[in-house]
């Protein structure tokens, strides 16, 4: 998901990253809120930017392709 999500975007915010440095590995910008995200973006792209809301995404942990 981040893969595409970095090919087709400017910069990702990831708000309220309870580990800021998982999201700063996967090239995500950890932010505190969602009100600071939307400020953030404007600086990036100027008003109006588009924004993609994935709730509980990363929430469960992720199946490991190379798992056997």
Not at 17 to 33: L, S, V
């Amino acid at each position: 998901m981040w893969l595409f999500a970095h090919n087709h975007s400017s910069a990702v915010f990831i708000a309220g990253a309870r580990e800021p440095g998982y999201a700063r590995g996967m090239g995500c910008i950890p932010i505190n809120t969602l009100k600071d995200s939307l400020k953030a973006a404007e600086k990036n792209v100027g008003k109006n930017p588009r924004i993609l809301v994935l709730p509980g995404v990363f929430t469960k942990p992720g199946f490991h392709i190379f798992r056997k």
